[in-house]
């Protein structure tokens, strides 16, 4: 897979039809994000409302016939940036694999030394993803609910 064939571009408005469709592909995460396995214009307006006030960018991306949408997040909680969401259409092709190179050679130009995400803790297809990718397990938290997640770092 050719990385300099990869583009990106910054999520606008009239794109969340697109990202209703690639957050269709991945029922897990949908659920979990979204809390349908179906979801709707209306549900990813609002998970994208609620992520409004963060600090982060959210990305399109294209590889070919791939597409995937990103989020992520410079400098925020630990000083450090995060990868907040990544959803491809095609699992298994390498453009997730390209997306985490293209993020962690532009935090590492920045200065970061760590590029940290956080999974459910039983969502275990995210952590084999990003463990292929070479992320590490860091510890486990909990969020205002209750719910555990493992967080991950990836060294820069």
């Known amino acids: 897979m050719n990385r300099s064939s990869l583009t990106f571009r910054k999520m606008k408005r009239d794109d969340q ?38 600090n982060g960018e959210w990305r399109i991306w294209n590889l070919d016939e791939k597409t ?4 992520h997040l410079t400098k925020v909680r630990n000083e450090e940036p995060w990868l907040g969401t990544i959803i491809v259409s095609q699992k298994g092709e390498g453009i997730g694999r390209l997306i985490l190179e293209v993020l962690a050679e532009e935090e590492r130009k920045k200065g970061a030394k760590v590029l940290y995400a956080a999974c459910p803790a039983q969502c275990l297809n995210w952590m084999q993803f990003l463990g292929k990718i070479g992320f590490e397990q860091y510890k486990m938290d909990y969020d205002e609910k209750g719910n555990e997640y493992l967080l991950l770092a990836l060294p820069l």
């Open 17 to 54: 039809a697109l990202m209703t469709s690639l957050s269709s592909l991945s029922k897990e995460w949908s659920l979990w994000e979204l809390g349908s396995s179906n979801p709707t214009h209306a549900d990813v307006e609002r998970w994208i409302n609620h992520y409004q006030y963060e």
């Open 68 to 71: 995937a949408f990103t989020y």
